[in-house]
Nanobody, 120 residues
Framework: QVQLVESGGGLVQAGGSLRLSCAAS????????MGWYRQAPGKQRELVAT???????NYADSVKGRFTISRDNAKNTVYLQMNSLKPEDTGVYYC??????????????WGQGTQVTVSS
């Protein structure tokens, strides 16, 4: 069994900062891509940022220069530092990871989501 557990969401004023964390645990052999997605009310889930095991990162245009994704491979944890938050960043943020388990099966996993609310 593999689990992703997120933490760090909350309520913040516009211009503020939050840091999200997502820890993967269980029967993990390797993790390739880890990332963050978000879903605003009435909208589809969208990519926020991803990072691959080699360190390359990818960001949605809407968060470039404000958000930073990072990863601690030793802890199987991915972080999302969110600065200069805007009301349009409000939504449920989901952690996602492509994981190879100890039986060498590759699967996509999702966290339960954490709410981020930015007030104007």
């Amino acid at each position: 069994q593999v689990q992703l557990v997120e933490s760090g969401g909350g309520l913040v004023q516009a211009g503020g900062s939050l840091r999200l964390s997502c820890a993967a645990s269980g029967s993990i052999f390797s993790i390739n891509v880890m990332g963050w997605y978000r879903q605003a009310p009435g909208k589809q889930r969208e990519l926020v940022a991803t990072t691959i095991s080699g360190g390359r990162t990818n960001y949605a245009d809407s968060v470039k220069g404000r958000f930073t994704i990072s990863r601690d491979n030793a802890k199987n944890t991915v972080y999302l530092q969110m600065n200069s938050l805007k009301p349009e960043d409000t939504g449920v943020y989901y952690c996602q990871a492509n994981i190879q388990n100890t039986l060498l099966k590759r699967s996509e996993y999702w966290g339960q989501g954490t709410q981020v609310t930015v007030s104007s």
